[in-house]
């Protein structure tokens, strides 16, 4: 008789079917747990990018409405970028408007997902090009600071 196969009257899981069970289970688990920590860097990897992007582009506008003559610029070393993060979040007075209006160019600093704060790295325009401390003059850039290194096995984060 095979072992599914029970005699009348017999109730219960017998231990083979436990054991046959747990190591299914076990299998599964051992598959699955790398699987989700992939999965979740991946996720960090990819709020990274957009992070990036959103206050690359928020810098870049920034610079536009400055060179425009919109956001007058008190400190010659600005070149046209902002001071600091913080001033795209709080909002810069447009010149020449008699309302105060301000134009923000972030909604906030966004946390940075591979270190878990809001410090992100940052270059000014008087900075060279792979500097990882900052000069303090303007915002030209942010990077993570993170130096672990991304998915794709070549780069690191703070390269980014």
Do not use: C
């Not at 500097?131 to 993170?146: I, L």
């Amino acid at each position: 008789m095979m072992f599914w196969m029970r005699e009348s009257g017999e109730r219960g899981i017998s231990l083979f079917e436990i054991g046959l069970a747990v190591a299914l289970m076990a299998i599964l688990a051992m598959v699955a747990i790398p699987t989700a920590h992939l999965m979740a860097r991946r996720v960090k990897e990819f709020e990274l990018r957009q992070d990036l992007l959103e206050m690359r582009r928020g810098i870049d506008e920034y610079h536009r409405y400055a060179q425009q003559g919109l956001i007058m610029q008190t400190e010659v070393e600005q070149d046209f970028y902002p001071p600091d993060l913080e001033t795209m979040v709080k909002g810069v007075v447009i010149a020449n408007d008699p309302t105060g209006k301000k134009m923000r160019f972030l909604r906030r600093i966004p946390v940075d997902p591979m270190m878990g704060d809001k410090e992100w790295g940052m270059r000014s325009t008087r900075d060279d090009y792979d500097a990882s401390m900052w000069g303090g003059e303007n915002v030209y850039d942010v990077f993570s600071q993170s130096t672990a290194l991304s998915l794709d096995g070549k780069t690191h984060y703070n390269e980014w």
